[in-house]
């Protein structure tokens, strides 16, 4: 068991998927920032808090590049990483593999709920979890039904709009609104002037909310669906072992890589088009078009950027420059919820108190400051002169019950002794 508890070693580590897991990081933050400085409950109606040029054009292009690609691309690598990670406990433990993935599964649930009911809203740790679960129980399928699974997700958001046009009213959309101007109007109170007590008790009933109310839940189930459709297709490549495939897959690769751009970028027309003509919360027949080619759209575009960031990591130059971000990448749990400390810090009444005030510019601003300037330098430093994220330690350490047989598991590895 203790060695299960032991870091990959180094040789064993996949450089590539540090550098996309650092990446999606990033990513993640920037699309995060608007959840950080706004209510979430902001622009349900179409407008907009930040309606100049400046903050119009960073939003939009905030929106085209980053949206939904990249808690896309991490679904994707927790698909890939549950294969490795299961296979080591099968090689290890097969008696006890299953139980032992569940205690990690169970680990990241509850540090999920906790980041969502205290912290912030937008936690996605706890859907990875449930979902993760999914993974257990698909692990004996044939990657026909895997497919399958994922082809039927993609066309989700056809069966979903076919039943709100069918279900809902314009009375019970309007109830919605005005249901989510409430949340704002608390938000805009508590989260800009209380205490992180009482923003603590909000963000609980917002939870709540979100999985109690018939018409949230469904809302929030298209997002499960969107991330079951990357992590299912991450499951896939990580079974058929493709990551340790990738140079004599480079052909395929770049032929994947150009088709999803053209075809990302043909649906994301048709969303923005769609998202110029309608309003957020308007139940339109025009949906059964804007809403599936979205979903596309950032599966496409989410697969090109993972290609194209797969086909830099083969090159020894690129391999340098990106070695800064693939030390994010090891520590992704740690670098993820350092992001919402820092985050809610700035923004929250009980921190500098900038909430409602910073626009989408700036908060692109602030993302990369966060990123680049804390998170990177922060992370090469940290491993240098240690050998786990300090939350990756600790998950481990829950996951398996056992604590390593010396206290300096954190450090790095200490060289042999060269042989006289």
Request: positive net charge; charged residues 15%.
């Amino acid at each position: 068991m203790t060695a299960l508890i032991e870091p990959l070693p180094s040789s064993e580590r996949i450089l590539t998927l540090d550098i996309v897991r650092g990446i999606a990081l990033l990513g993640i933050l920037i699309m995060n920032m608007p959840g950080f400085a706004l209510s979430f409950w902001v622009d349900l109606d179409g407008s907009h808090l930040f309606s100049d040029p400046v903050n119009r054009t960073a939003e939009v292009v905030r929106d085209a590049l980053f949206s939904g690609k990249f808690n896309s691309m991490f679904s994707l690598l927790f698909g890939i990483g549950f294969t490795i990670q299961f296979g080591r406990l099968m090689e290890r433990q097969p008696d006890r593999a299953v139980w032992i993935y569940c205690r990690r599964l169970l680990v990241l649930l509850v540090l999920g709920l906790l980041h969502a009911m205290i912290f912030w809203g937008g936690d996605v740790l706890h859907v990875y979890a449930i979902l993760g679960f999914g993974l257990l129980l698909l692990r004996h399928v044939s990657d026909r039904v895997v497919i399958g699974l994922i082809v039927a997700c993609i066309f989700f958001p056809v069966v979903s709009q076919v039943l709100r046009l069918t279900f809902l009213t314009p009375q019970m959309m309007t109830e919605q609104l005005a249901i989510g101007k409430i949340f704002e109007n608390a938000d805009n109170v508590v989260l800009a002037h209380g205490t992180f007590v009482e923003a603590a008790r909000l963000r609980i009933v917002e939870f709540i909310y979100s999985y109690a109310d018939p018409i949230a839940l469904w809302g929030f189930l298209g997002f499960y669906v969107q991330m079951t459709t990357t992590m299912l297709l991450g499951f896939l490549i990580g079974r058929n072992g493709w990551v340790r495939r990738i140079p004599e897959l480079g052909p395929l690769i770049r032929r994947l890589q150009w088709g999803a751009l053209a075809v990302g970028l043909a649906c994301a027309v048709v969303f923005s088009i769609g998202g110029i003509l309608l309003k957020p919360m308007e139940i339109s027949p025009w949906r059964l078009i804007t809403s599936p080619s979205y979903a596309l759209s950032r599966l496409a575009l989410m697969c090109f950027y993972v290609l194209t960031i797969v086909r830099l990591a083969q090159l020894s130059s690129w391999q340098h420059r990106l070695a800064p971000i693939a030390a994010t990448g090891k520590a992704p749990l740690t670098n993820y919820l350092m992001q919402t400390l820092i985050a809610t810090t700035i923004f929250s009444g009980w921190g500098l108190g900038w909430w409602g005030t910073v626009g989408p510019a700036l908060q692109l601003v602030i993302a990369f400051a966060i990123y680049f300037v804390i998170q990177v330098p922060l992370s090469v430093w940290w491993f240098k002169h240690h050998r786990y994220g300090p939350l990756e330690y600790a998950w481990r350490v829950l996951t398996y019950g056992v604590l390593p047989p010396s206290p300096d598991i954190l450090a790095p590895r200490t060289p042999p002794p060269a042989h006289r």
